[in-house]
């Protein structure tokens, strides 16, 4: 599989957390030289489920600034300027907000609603000052009534728990929710951190949204790559001729990925473009 593609690649598709950053939320030398050598010839594409304005300063370290990106894992594509090439925003925002509303108060949760421009929440806790420091967000707007904001084109929701054990039980009760009010086919939930629960549509997805950039840039999947340590990034393996995942991942994704690359500590996204360029 890398013999024959090597030398083909027209785009690479690169997760931020876990893969490109390190675990202090750098970028190494290593992975700044790799991408500054290959950029002008090869469309690098950063995937996140961070919102846009986190992407855009991180592609601006990186002189990368006139590639479009994937922000909330999918439910958005911008450009250059800023304009939306594919969106997925949440279906029903008012029924959504109204059928987690009550765990929401039961367990003191957080909660952080995204726009393509701004996010909202529902309290200034120390949870999200890690979040707006963690992602270099501008201060976000609070928000006493989830009414007042129904109209919102949203992309994404983040529950934030205040203990680790809590969220997986947590993600069930919601799920079982959406279940019992018709919203399962529209509405995907997952758990992206030990305390983080995020809420996008069903079709906002690293994968189909990497397959719009690749229609718009008509480039074959037979020259792409994507690089990512979750399962999130999974979605992009269809999609693409070479799905690389990192020593950091899951045990059980690894063994799904065409081949491992170092840890995202170890310059991995580095070692990975070197094998196929």
Known sequence: MIKKIKNKIKLIAIDLDGTLLRSDNSISSKNKKILNIIKENILVILTSARPPWSIAKIQKVLKMEHYPFIAYNGALVVDINNNILYDRKIQDLAKVLGAISPIITKYNLDIAIYTKDEWYVNKLSDNIFSEKKLTESPSPKYIKNFDKIYNLKAYKILLITNEESLTERLKNK??????????????????????????????????????????????????????????VDLTMKNY??????LNNAPEDLKKMADFVTKSNDEDGVYYAIKSVI
């Not at 690293?206 to 340590?229: C, E, P, V, Y």
């Not at 693409?240 to 995942?245: H, N, R």
Request: proline residues 0%.
């Open 240 to 245: 693409v001729g070479i799905f690389v995942t």
């Open 174 to 231: 919601i799920e079982k929710v959406f279940q019992e009010i018709g919203l399962t086919n529209s509405i995907k939930i997952y758990q992206s951190k030990s305390k983080y629960i995020e809420i996008t549509d069903f079709l906002a997805t690293k994968g189909i949204a990497l397959r719009h950039i690749m229609n718009k840039f008509r480039i074959d999947r037979n020259n792409t790559m994507a690089i990512g340590d979750s399962y």
